[in-house]
């Protein structure tokens, strides 16, 4: 297992346009987080799955933005009608509940330009 | 809310040197895990160490420690003998650990320079 993967690592859209991001967890994870960090700024959460079930969203979670899970495998991010605003980068993370910690393994990320 | 606070925007420490990173976080609870993470440029997050709130003793990895303060609620991340490889964006990240909640609440960061 080489961690969590994102495909597209860059993505340029023009604005109006529909994105979709995917992320390849660790593969015993069960537990997957989207985040978004724009420059100079730490990672945001934006929402995390626990197998296929979303258990938390984000305000930063716009009715633009949509988040899947289906199999409890791979997670996509779609984000629909892309705005300036929305240029950054996410951050995709999966980890496994019955770990202590629980710590996040992070992927290298999907750096999105929207002109 | 929870809140992470890194007044640090930047800081530089010569090689071999030690360096320590300042974080505060804000926190009603009582139980919760604290981190810090490392971003190298153009480089994914890796973790650095973590810290445990309910225990007193300060967690070290390698040359990477912690001072856990818990009532000032401070969490500072010492670097001994600073190495090139270390230049990077640090992180201080607060998870609680209750119940579902899951997600990491992030710093604003500082960026580390390792200078010869």
């Known amino acids: 297992d080489t961690g969590v993967s994102q495909d597209p690592r860059h993505k340029i859209t023009k604005r109006g346009q529909n994105v979709t991001f995917r992320c390849d967890p660790i593969?015993?994870?069960?537990?997957l987080y989207w985040y978004r960090q724009t420059l100079g700024q730490g990672p945001e959460f934006l929402t995390y799955?626990?197998?296929?079930?979303?258990?938390?969203k984000s305000r930063l979670l716009s009715d633009r933005f949509s988040a899947e899970r289906p199999k409890g495998s791979f997670s996509t991010l779609e984000i629909q009608r892309t705005e300036q605003g929305d240029s950054a980068m996410y951050l995709c993370?999966?980890?496994?509940?019955?770990?202590?910690?629980?710590?996040?393994?992070f992927g290298p990320g999907t750096r999105l330009t929207v002109l | 809310a929870q809140t992470v606070t890194q007044s640090q925007p930047e800081m530089s420490v010569q090689e071999a040197e030690t360096v320590t990173l300042s974080c505060t976080y804000d926190t009603s609870e009582s139980d919760y895990y604290l981190f810090w993470y490392k971003q190298p440029p153009s480089r994914q997050m890796i973790l650095v160490i973590r810290?445990?709130?309910?225990?007193?003793q300060n967690a070290t990895e390698n040359r990477f420690s912690v001072n856990f303060q818990k009532a000032a609620k401070s969490f500072s991340l010492k670097i001994s003998d600073s190495q090139l490889g270390d230049a990077a964006m640090y992180f201080c990240a607060y998870r609680t650990s209750t119940g579902t909640a899951s997600k990491l609440t992030f710093g604003t960061g500082t960026r580390l320079q390792v200078t010869l």
């Open positions: 799955f626990q197998n296929e079930a979303q258990l938390e």
């Open positions: 810290q445990e709130a309910y225990k007193q």
């Open positions: 593969s015993e994870h069960n537990r």
């Open positions: 993370a999966s980890s496994f509940s019955g770990f202590t910690y629980n710590e996040q393994f």
